[in-house]
């Protein structure tokens, strides 16, 4: 079915019941707009998707089942961003505690992994940390717990019930506070080695 104004189709009603608005192409989606798509499938919740103009899609926004949310490209290229920002006004906080510098002593334990991401259509290798080692470590505050029946219990670290994300914007707060524990500890051999004449 079409539906045409001043001879330009502007609707399309497939035979699988998807809907196309100012778009003739035939893409995979239940709805398909101009210039980007939403729709279901069996892998996703909700799938956002930019279109070039052959029909191929290459900026994704996808929710998986119930878990976390990703933003990314549907070949090899990479997603890049000008800026992104944490809210981060003292206005807006409460229970504000400054953490001991010991805190971020076991952060150093967890491992750096390489692994590719399931359920993508074009998975790329990565790096990063596992959320399950940073559980294991004591160190909850750096994980997003995601509600989500389908995640079962398998070994420790894991969460019945819960996707584990990890926030690495936290890591980089605990980098930093591991840095200023460092330039102390220098301060303080500096100021040792200067009462022996050894620096200026």
Same mark, same amino acid.
């Given at each position: 079915?079409?539906? +045409? ?9 497939? /035979?699988? @019941? =998807? &809907? ?6 035939? %893409?995979?989606?239940?709805?398909? &707009? ?11 919740? $909700?799938?956002?998707? #930019? ?15 119930? =878990? ?12 890049? +961003?000008? #800026? &992104?920002? $944490? ?6 906080? !409460? ?33 990063? &940390?596992? /959320? ?22 398998? !070994? !420790?670290?894991? %969460?019945?019930? +819960?996707?584990?994300? %990890?926030?690495? @914007?936290?890591? /980089? ?20 080695? /200067?009462?022996?004449?050894? %620096?200026?």
């Amino acid at each position: 079915m079409f539906l +045409f104004t001043n001879t330009t189709e502007r609707l399309r009603i497939l /035979a699988n @019941g =998807g &809907v196309n608005i100012y778009s003739s192409s035939s %893409v995979n989606g239940q709805l398909t &707009v101009k210039g980007s798509s939403s729709f279901l499938d069996s892998s996703y919740n $909700v799938t956002l998707s #930019t279109f070039s103009a052959d029909g191929t899609s290459n900026i994704q926004f996808q929710q998986l089942n119930g =878990g976390d949310g990703f933003i990314g490209t549907t070949s090899n290229h990479k997603l890049a +961003f000008m #800026t &992104v920002y $944490v809210t981060s006004d003292k206005r807006i906080k !409460e229970d504000i505690k400054k953490l001991d510098d010991s805190y971020c002593d076991k952060i150093y334990e967890a491992d750096i992994y390489s692994f590719k991401y399931k359920n993508l259509e074009q998975p790329e290798p990565t790096i990063g &940390v596992l /959320a399950q080692d940073l559980s294991k470590l004591g160190y909850s505050e750096l994980l997003n717990f995601i509600p989500n029946e389908k995640f079962k219990y398998e !070994e !420790e670290g894991d %969460v019945e019930g +819960f996707q584990l994300s %990890v926030d690495y @914007g936290k890591i /980089a707060c605990l980098n930093f506070m591991m840095i200023k524990k460092l330039m102390k500890r220098i301060k303080s051999l500096e100021d040792s080695l /200067a009462k022996f004449g050894l %620096v200026k």
